[in-house]
């Protein structure tokens, strides 16, 4: 069973840029979260999809905003990138009911 | 707020001495608890969890937590902890569809 893979690994972006992370979540998970891991802050939680839904959202600006598919695939979109938006973004899959999350590896943003 | 605490940023201990990292929330009702690790490079992988039952859950490489409910603590132990171990700790709270992480705690094992 294929875990969670997220897309691209690395990503080096300009100030006022915007970037567009994806996230596959495993087979049968309807359930996607993203979250900004930065160091010193631990995981930050940005928001949560379930089934093309948001059911959740952190407090974070809008400049962060995500969407899901049909096939449970899932994007998040940062628009005009400032500095502090450098952070590890992780993106976790469940079924959707009180269990455990699948992590994936992350995609690592720079923002230069 | 609702929140996830872990009170140690950084622990370093030598190999085979005890750990025990804490944790503490403040969703009142019915969680779930979980700890995750992170080692060096690697995502973050499951360590243990509880969702009911016997308050006292062991996971893998040895660690145990044990739930307290009436101190809404969740902490991490490990009698012995070994060179592998070094990697950095998450406490996680689940409430619905809601999991919230704590900071994170850093454990490096001296050798």
């Known amino acids: 069973k294929a875990g969670v893979t997220q897309t691209p690994r690395y990503l080096i972006k300009t100030r006022g840029q915007q970037v567009t992370l994806s996230c596959s979540p495993i087979s049968g998970h309807r359930s996607v979260s993203w979250y900004q891991q930065t160091p010193g802050q631990g995981l930050q939680f940005l928001f949560e999809y379930f089934s093309e839904t948001q059911r959740n959202k952190g407090n974070f600006p809008g400049r962060f905003s995500g969407r899901q598919f049909s096939n449970s695939r899932s994007e998040m979109n940062v628009s005009t990138l400032e500095l502090g938006d450098s952070a590890l973004y992780l993106c976790a899959s469940t079924t959707g009911v009180n269990t455990e999350a699948f992590f994936g590896q992350g995609t690592r943003l720079t923002v230069v | 707020a609702q929140s996830v605490s872990q009170h140690n940023h950084h622990v370093i201990l030598s190999e085979a001495a005890s750990l025990e990292l804490g944790c503490n929330y403040s969703?009142?009702?019915?969680?779930?608890l979980f700890w995750y690790v992170q080692y060096p490079g690697q995502h973050l992988q499951l360590l243990l969890k509880y969702f009911s039952g016997d308050p006292l859950v062991k996971g893998i490489k040895g660690f145990e937590a044990e739930f307290i409910k009436s101190k809404f603590s969740f902490n991490l132990r490990k009698p012995s902890v070994q060179w592998s171990d070094t990697a950095e700790y998450f406490c996680?709270?689940?409430?619905?569809?809601?999991?919230?992480f704590g900071a994170g705690t850093r454990l490096t094992v001296k050798p």
């Open positions: 996680a709270v689940n409430v619905g569809n809601d999991m919230r």
């Open positions: 969703y009142g009702g019915t969680v779930n």
